[in-house]
């Protein structure tokens, strides 16, 4: 199984559900891979990006004051989570690019611009 180096193709959810599926299938995996097995261990995952933020605070964005090895980690820990979702969606059957761009139209209906803009004129909000 080989990674995208930079300046090849790009990244797709796609191209990540398949790499998962092919790395699982590789190691006798997928009888692991139930619905409910990895949603506990994307819940671990997400617990182990949440240590990383635990005592600092407020970080700006682009995370400035890290060391470059902070940030690595923090790459390390966000790709767990995304491709254990990835492979959850797969296993139920779920397109989750579809799905998040379904979300995405369901939440501008639900908070439409004209509502969710403060007056920057007086600093009252227009709800």
């Keep these: 199984m080989t990674g995208v ?3 090849e193709e790009s990244v797709t959810l796609g191209l990540l559900k398949n790499k998962m599926a092919e ?15 990895l ?3 994307l819940v671990g995952e ?3 990006l949440s240590e ?3 005592w600092k605070g407020e970080v700006p ?15 390390e820990e966000l790709s767990d989570v995304l491709l254990y ?6 296993m139920c059957g779920i397109d989750l ?7 995405v139209e369901l939440n501008a209906l639900k908070y439409p611009i004209n509502l969710c803009k403060c007056n920057n004129n007086n600093g009252s909000e227009t709800l």
Excluded at 23 to 37: G, L, M, Q, V
Excluded at 61 to 75: F, N, S, T, V
Excluded at 97 to 103: E, V
């Design 5 to 7: 180096s930079e300046g």
């Design 23 to 37: 790395f699982a299938k590789e190691r006798d995996w997928e009888r692991y891979h139930s619905p409910r097995n």
């Design 61 to 75: 964005k682009g995370l400035p004051d890290w060391k470059e090895e902070e940030k690595q980690h923090l790459g």
């Design 52 to 54: 990383i933020f635990q």
């Design 97 to 103: 690019g579809k799905a998040a761009l379904r979300k």
């Design 46 to 48: 997400v617990g182990e």
């Design 39 to 41: 949603l506990l261990a």
């Design 85 to 90: 979702l990835v492979r959850l969606s797969d």
